[in-house]
Structure formats: C-alpha cells, structure tokens
C-alpha cells in the first residue's frame, strides 16, 4: 500500500497536489507547486518566476532540499 491508497478519490478527480520541495537546512522553509498525484508540474502553466524556482529547486535536491512530496492540498 503506498500513500496515495489512503487519498480520497476526489483528490484526483480534482487534481488537489503539490510537490513540496523541503529545504535541508531551514525548517519550515520549502517550496512548492501545484501538480497531478504522479507529481508532474505543467511547466507551460507556471510563470517564468516559478517556472525558475521549481528547476532551481529541483537542481538542489540532495544540498539544499529534500526529495520532492507530492501532498494532498
């Protein structure tokens, strides 16, 4: 059983996600954006700013955040 059979079948139905992107070092701080359950990012619907934010993110898993979560919102 992984995480997502315990979601409400209305999460997907709605597409209600995140990928949250958890800095290392500053509890609390993370970054996150709005994604399908699978925790694909529709890059053509973000704006340049968080278009720029997710890849920067993404390029520092390991030394300034954690492995993305895709989370119910």
Do not use: K, W
Not at 30 to 52: K, M, N, P, Q, Y
């Amino acid at each position: 059983m992984n995480a997502f059979d315990a979601l409400s079948p209305m999460h997907a139905v709605r597409g209600a996600f995140e990928l949250r992107f958890r800095s290392l070092f500053q509890e609390g701080r993370a970054l996150a954006f709005t994604c399908d359950a699978d925790g694909h990012i529709d890059l053509d619907r973000l704006s340049d700013r968080s278009r720029e934010r997710y890849l920067y993110a993404r390029a520092l898993v390991g030394r300034e955040y954690a492995q993305p979560e895709v989370l119910p919102i």
